[in-house]
């Protein structure tokens, strides 16, 4: 399993942190600018990016792993 990448809000800044880092892995001064990035870092990973809003509540989540159950054909 790859790394996961949070995007929060912090000081008016977004930031893009991987889970258990205690080093920013990017700043950006708009919510999508550090989404993409986010989604980015995860998908050359392998792993998952998870977007939380001002209220530090889940709003979107893209896992880029290998799929446990995929399609049969």
Same mark, same amino acid.
């Given at each position: 399993? &790859?790394? *996961?990448?949070?995007?929060?809000?912090?000081?008016? =800044?977004?930031?893009?942190? *991987?889970? #258990? +880092?205690?080093?920013? %892995?990017?700043?950006?001064?708009?919510?999508? +600018?550090?989404?993409?990035?986010?989604?980015?870092?995860? =998908?050359? %990973?392998? &792993?998952?990016?998870?977007?939380?809003?001002?209220? &530090?509540?889940?709003?979107?989540?893209? +896992?880029? #792993? =290998?799929?446990?159950?995929?399609?049969? &054909?």
């Amino acid at each position: 399993m &790859g790394a *996961k990448y949070l995007t929060t809000k912090q000081n008016n =800044r977004w930031t893009v942190k *991987k889970e #258990g +880092d205690s080093r920013i %892995s990017s700043l950006h001064s708009n919510q999508s +600018d550090a989404w993409v990035e986010a989604r980015r870092l995860a =998908r050359g %990973s392998g &792993g998952n990016a998870v977007l939380k809003g001002t209220d &530090g509540r889940i709003r979107a989540r893209n +896992d880029y #792993g =290998r799929d446990p159950f995929p399609p049969k &054909g």
